[in-house]
C-alpha cells in the first residue's frame, strides 16, 4: 500500500467533522421551525414507572363552599296584579215629565206653530166687510186644514147664523163662539183614558200598530216614559222582528227609563215575541206591557193578516186593553184610509197622532173620530222625549187658536 502523509487525513477527518456538525445544526433548526417532528422521550417501564406513581406527592384539593340556590316561591294570586273587566256603560235614569206639566208645554207649541185654522180666523175677523166670497175662503181653509166637508159646513154655518143674528162683531167675541164650535166638532164627551185594568193577574196589554214612518216605535218608547212618570211598572215587547234597528231603538228608549225589552233575532215570528212579552209580564207582576209591531202598508193583505195573528196569539195568554194607531197628521186623507183598514183588521181602539206640531193640518182630529168612531188619545208635538200628552180637546182647541 502506497504511503499517505499524516496531513492528509487530518485534512480528511476535519472535512468530515465539519459535515456533520452541520448536518446536527441544520436538524436543530429545523425541529425549531416545526419541520421535524420532535423525538418521544421512552417510556419509563416495569417497576420505575410504579415507584414514580406512589412516590408523587398527593394533590391538595381545596374545599370550594357550594352555593345554595333559594328555589324560587310564587307570589300569592292576591299579590298578583289582576286587569280589572270593563263594566258595561249603564245609561242613567231619567225622570219623565208628568203628564199634566206636559199638557200645558204642548199647548204653547200649539199656539206657536203656524196653523190654518188661526190664521183663517184672523183674516175673516180684520176683513172690514164679511160677505159671501170671506166665508168662502174661511170655508176653503177650514177643509184644506183637513177639517173635513161635513164638519166645515156645520162649522161654518153655525158660525154665521151668530154672528148675523147676535150681531157679533168684536173680534174676542167672534173668536170665543169659534172655540166653542171647535170644542163641540172635537167632541169633549169620547173616553180618552187608556185602559189599564188587570184581568186575572195579567197586566194590562197595550198594542201599538201602524204604517211606515209614522213614528211607531218611537211612540211606543214615548208611552213607556209617560206611563213610568204615573208610577206604573212597564215591559217592551219588540214585535217588529222585520226592521233591523227596531229592537235595538227600543232598548234604546227602555234604558233610559229602566224598562226592560223582551226582544229576539231579527226575523223571527212576531207573534211569539208578543206572546213571550206578555208571558214575562205575567211572570213580573209588571203592570203595562206595550207590543210594539213593524210597521205595514195598509194596502198588504198578508202583513195586515199577520197583523190580526199577533193580536190573536196575544190574547189567548191575556186580553189586549188597547190597539193605538199611530196616525202621521202630515198625511191627512191617506191618513183616514189607513185607518179605516186597520180598523177592520185589529179593532182599533184609540189613536195616537204624532208629528202635529209639523202640520197646520189640525183638523184630522176631528174627521179622523168622525170616520172611525174612536177617540183621539194622545198627540205629538216634537222629537223630544216627553214631547207626547194625553189628548185634551179644551187645550188643543185653544193651542190651534193660539189662546
Do not use: C, Y
Not at 197595550?206 to 211612540?219: F, I, M, R, S
Not at 206578555?278 to 203595562?288: A, F, K, L, T
Not at 195568554?317 to 188597547?322: D, F, I, S, T
Amino acid at each position: 500500500m502506497e504511503w499517505i502523509p499524516w496531513t492528509v487525513i487530518i485534512g480528511v477527518l476535519l472535512v468530515a467533522a465539519i459535515a456533520g456538525l452541520s448536518i446536527v445544526i441544520s436538524k436543530k433548526r429545523a425541529e425549531a421551525r416545526g419541520e421535524l417532528p420532535k423525538k418521544e422521550a421512552p417510556a419509563v417501564e416495569g417497576v420505575a414507572s410504579a415507584e414514580l406513581v406512589e412516590t408523587a406527592p398527593p394533590v391538595e384539593v381545596e374545599a370550594v363552599e357550594a352555593e345554595v340556590v333559594e328555589p324560587q316561591i310564587a307570589a300569592p294570586l292576591e299579590e298578583t296584579a289582576l286587569v280589572e273587566p270593563i263594566a258595561p256603560v249603564v245609561p242613567e235614569i231619567e225622570e219623565p215629565e208628568k203628564a199634566a206639566s206636559r199638557l200645558a208645554r204642548l199647548r204653547r207649541k200649539l199656539a206657536d206653530s203656524n196653523n190654518a185654522l188661526a190664521r183663517a180666523l184672523a183674516d175673516l175677523l180684520s176683513s172690514d166687510r164679511i160677505d159671501d166670497e170671506t166665508w168662502d175662503d174661511f170655508e176653503t181653509t177650514l177643509i184644506t186644514s183637513d177639517l173635513g166637508v161635513g164638519p166645515t159646513g156645520e162649522l161654518v154655518g153655525a158660525l154665521r147664523q151668530q154672528l148675523r143674528i147676535d150681531g157679533i162683531a168684536d173680534p174676542e167675541q167672534a173668536k170665543d163662539l169659534l172655540r166653542s164650535e171647535l170644542i163641540k166638532l172635537v167632541n169633549p164627551d169620547l173616553d180618552r183614558t187608556l185602559k189599564l185594568e188587570h184581568a186575572d193577574g195579567a197586566p194590562a196589554v197595550l198594542l201599538v200598530v201602524g204604517v211606515n214612518g209614522t213614528g211607531k216605535t218611537t211612540t211606543v218608547g214615548k208611552l213607556g216614559r209617560m206611563l213610568v212618570a204615573e208610577d206604573k211598572t212597564v215591559l217592551f215587547g219588540a214585535a217588529d222582528t222585520f226592521r233591523a234597528a227596531a229592537a235595538e231603538q227600543l232598548t234604546t228608549w227602555g234604558e233610559r227609563v229602566g224598562v226592560e225589552t223582551i226582544r229576539s233575532d231579527e226575523g223571527a215570528d212576531p207573534a211569539s215575541v208578543a206572546f213571550n212579552a206578555v208571558e214575562e209580564g205575567i211572570n213580573r207582576g209588571v203592570d203595562v206591557v206595550l207590543v210594539d209591531t213593524a210597521g205595514r202598508l195598509h194596502t198588504k193583505v198578508g202583513l195586515m193578516d199577520e197583523l190580526g195573528k199577533v193580536k190573536r196569539v196575544i190574547e189567548k195568554k191575556a186580553p189586549v186593553n188597547e190597539v193605538l194607531l199611530v196616525l202621521d197628521a202630515t198625511t191627512g186623507q191617506n191618513g183616514l184610509t189607513q185607518a179605516r183598514i186597520f180598523a177592520e183588521v185589529v179593532d182599533v181602539t184609540g189613536i195616537v197622532l204624532t208629528k202635529l206640531d209639523g202640520s197646520a193640518k189640525g183638523g184630522i182630529v176631528v174627521q179622523v173620530q168622525r170616520e172611525l168612531g174612536v177617540p183621539v188619545k194622545f198627540i205629538g208635538l216634537g222629537e223630544g222625549a216627553d214631547d207626547l200628552a194625553p189628548f185634551d180637546a179644551e187645550q188643543f182647541v185653544d193651542g190651534l187658536l193660539g189662546n
